[in-house]
């Protein structure tokens, strides 16, 4: 059978240098098709596969081969025109189409000298790919120009450049460089650089006299810029972060992040405002298996506006201190009252009108054989901030301490005990100050069965008080004694049943609970915390209407209610809920709060609850909220909100809230894709008894596999009078950097739902939730 052109020169070369065929070691001509690879390997030496057209060379020394050479050492691959081989220095020198794969990396270029036994040399005028697989992975066809027979998906980085420089394994320092994460063929940005340092082992990136070139126009400089192969954390300068106020003005932060550990770091972040001045701040975190926490710290010195120097320190810490105890500090302190409304522009921190300074140790663990207890003890003091002169306001009670002890045993012969005692030192500048010890022990029987449940309960609450200074009102030391005893049942019912097609468990569960507490009166007793609670589903099946220890209701009442639940019958995802409870009084309530009127003496009920929520149509999913006054015959509250959400990244909101003679508000809040990549986000809370904008957001998202643009302007009321208005917009570069000041926070705040762009998705996740109606 006649040899291919190929084989004729190969076996050509083998008849001519018998001693370069006898000394084969490692070398391999390219066989006929079927043809075994078989390398004859030195004991001390990868081996070393060589292709080509011509194949020529002497006995351990050097192997020169033309013609489509390929050369093959582990997970190493050669190709170009020419290239010579040292076999005594390792060194491979290319010319002519030369292309380099390894691992997850892949260049081109004209020429290439390499040692591969540093990985040290050039390349010149490379293309280069960095990959997140592989580089031997199954290829895809690759856009005209771009660096050939790559994964696109897994690109991380690709450039091009006037050389590039081996500096050892995973080290490239390239010359007059190009960088981007878009795919072969999208340059709608690229970092252009004297010289780039690349340290794969490090994921480290650095430019030096760097700049960002946006669709063929520079928009950042900087002489150095150090970033993350793969977004992880590293010390170094941060992008720069820009945006404006009118309560700040434009403003400037260049951050500086220092990684000191694995387990802790710190951001330094100089902020400039025009209207302000230079704030000086810093955040240090630190995290531990047995401790966590943070500290942040801001200085104004010098405020332009009012001449005072404003400042700021907030630190958290929580540290497992070993044999079940814990411990944590929170403290929280501002120069004064507006120093969030002057300089944040976040609904979060305008709206802080108390800041706690605490400090607690606990402890919990087992006694006897099915029981468990916790204890603390609990100090805090609050700074409250007066930012609006026409709501003055009073500021709480410090606890100094707080010693609070729960326990609870379950299952023993006598039924299930439980113990909840405290003590409390209360202070305070202006109220009345005292001590508060608390000691409220039950016992309940729970009975109970696949379907049915009865819990009798009976306990004895016990409160005693020493009064302290400021006692104005000359109130004595006293101990008020008050036994409490209820019973809570309730039944479930269970049908199956069908929705849209789709088989549902339907559920109907009726529930009964009966309090009984005689009357004290409580009238010469302080209030340190007590307040009458809101009536809703949460606390219409409890003993007491008021909140804390001070007052205790009387109570001789039935509360009755209902709800009824659907359930998918495959999954048991319950899909819709729908409740109604009401109070009934078999006698008036006399106990009472100061400044809060008694519930009308002829009312035998409390307000009607009703509620209903879940997936109402497919996608759609609402809630519904009704508190209802049958003797006014008037609505008290009333809210409802739905939310369409037919895939991520697209969701409408849609929301109103009433509360008589004190809200009436609409809310309406969405992100929804316009136009190809092109996204809407906005959110409108209007106050209709104020005929006031409570918070409005508008703004636009664009969103490529490398990049995104977000614009937005953000403006809340701050106080009844002021607003803080604000603009953010933000260019991020996938990978490399984010240019301006990020809008994600305000609007993952603002729209229940929003989801921020993943360019790793090859696109939308749709959802198709079904609906009961």
């Known amino acids: 059978m006649p040899f291919s052109r190929k084989s004729r020169i190969a076996l050509a070369v083998l008849c001519a240098l018998p001693l370069l065929a006898a000394a084969d070691e490692g070398l391999k001509v390219k066989p006929q098709p079927g043809a075994p690879q078989t390398p004859l390997e030195n004991a001390d030496a990868v ?46 020198t290319a010319k002519g189409h030369v292309r380099l ?35 031997t992975s199954a290829p895809v066809t690759a856009p005209a120009g771009a660096v050939t027979g790559a994964r696109f998906a897994q690109t991380e980085g690709r450039g091009t450049a006037e050389r590039l420089l081996f500096d050892g394994p995973g080290k490239y320092r390239i010359e007059s460089a190009s960088y981007t994460t878009c795919e072969p063929g999208n340059d709608a940005w690229f970092l252009r650089a004297k010289q780039l340092d690349i340290d794969r082992n490090r994921d480290v990136g650095v430019a030096h006299d760097a700049s960002i070139v946006f669709f063929d126009q520079p928009i950042f400089y900087s002489p150095y810029l150090s970033f993350s192969l793969h977004q992880e954390r590293k010390s170094g300068i941060l992008t720069p972060s820009y945006r404006t106020s009118n309560t700040t003005g434009f403003e400037l932060t260049v951050p500086y992040y220092w990684n ?9 972040y100089p902020r400039y405002m025009t209207k302000r001045g230079l704030q000086l701040g810093g955040e240090f975190r630190y995290l531990n298996p047995s401790w966590r926490g943070e500290a942040r710290a801001e200085v104004l010195s010098n405020d332009q506006q009012n001449g005072r120097d404003r400042w700021g320190l907030f630190t958290k810490h929580q540290q497992t201190l070993g044999t079940a105890w814990n411990g944590s500090v929170n403290l ?10 002057d300089l944040s522009t976040l609904v979060a921190a305008t709206s802080q009108v108390n800041l706690s300074n605490d400090a607690t140790l606990s402890r919990g663990g087992t006694w006897g054989d099915a029981g468990t207890y916790n204890f603390s003890a609990f100090v805090q003091r609050w700074q409250t901030l007066q930012s609006d002169p026409q709501v003055l306001l009073t500021p709480p009670y410090n606890r100094q301490p707080q010693l609070t002890l729960s326990a609870q045993q379950l299952g023993a012969r006598w039924g299930d005990f439980d113990l909840l005692g405290s003590f409390v030192s209360f202070d305070h500048p202006s109220l009345i100050n005292g001590r508060r010890a608390v000691a409220y022990p039950s016992l309940s029987a729970p009975l109970q069965n696949a379907y049915a449940f009865v ?27 008050l036994p409490i005893v209820s019973a809570e049942t309730g039944v479930i019912f269970e049908r199956d049943t069908s929705a849209r097609g789709l088989p549902f468990i339907q559920t109907l569960e009726p529930k009964a609970y009966y309090v009984y507490i005689p009357y004290k009166d409580q009238s010469q007793l302080p209030n340190f915390d007590s307040a009458l609670q809101d009536i809703n589903f949460a606390t219409i099946f409890t003993e007491n209407q008021f909140s804390g220890q001070d007052r205790i209701n009387d109570a001789n009442q039935l509360t009755l209610g209902a709800s009824s639940r659907f359930i998918e019958a495959g999954t048991g995802i319950e899909r819709f809920r729908a409740a109604i409870a009401q109070r009934y009084y078999f006698q008036s309530q006399r106990v009472t709060v100061p400044g809060v009127p008694p519930r009308a003496s002829d009312s035998n009920s409390s307000d009607l609850l009703v509620a209903f929520g879940g997936n109402i149509a497919r996608n759609w999913a609402t809630d519904l909220g009704w508190q209802y006054n049958t003797d006014l015959k008037q609505t008290q509250k009333f809210n409802v909100s739905g939310r369409y959400q037919p895939q991520q990244g697209k969701v409408l909101n849609l929301a109103y809230r009433e509360t ?81 000041n990020s809008p994600l926070g305000v609007l993952q705040r603002s729209i229940a739902g929003y989801k921020q762009f993943d360019p790793r998705a090859t696109g939308p996740v749709e959802y198709n939730v079904p609906g009961i109606f």
């Open 47 to 92: 081996p070393l596969f060589i292709e080509a057209d011509r194949i020529q060379g002497t006995q351990d020394r050097e192997i020169e081969a033309s013609g489509n050479a390929q050369l093959r050492k582990g997970s190493q691959s050669f190709q170009a025109d020419w290239m010579h081989h040292d076999t005594g220095t390792e060194v491979l």
């Open 660 to 740: 008589v003679n004190s809200v009436r508000q609409t809310d309406v809040s969405t992100q929804w894709p316009i136009d190809g990549r092109w996204t809407a986000v906005g959110r409108w809370n209007f106050s209709l008894l104020d005929n006031r904008t409570l918070e409005a957001l508008a703004g636009v998202e664009y969103n490529d596999r490398c990049w995104a643009l977000r614009i937005a302007a953000h403006r809340f009321a701050t106080t009844t009078s002021d607003t803080s208005n604000s603009v953010f917009i933000q260019l991020e570069l996938h990978g490399v950097s984010r240019i301006g």
């Open 332 to 341: 929280n302190r501002v120069s004064d009252g507006k120093y969030f409304t």
């Open 260 to 268: 000191i550990a694995p387990e802790m770091d710190a951001t330094l």
């Open 455 to 481: 819990t009798p309960k009976i306990g004895v609450h016990v409160t005693s008080y020493a009064m302290g200074s400021n006692n104005t009102a000359g109130l004595q030391d006293t101990t008020r004694t």
């Open 101 to 135: 794969e390894q691992e997850r990396e892949i260049l081109e270029g004209e020429a290439l000298r390499y040692e591969m036994a540093t990985d040290r040399g050039w390349m010149e005028q490379p293309r280069y790919m960095l990959m997140s697989v592989p580089a």
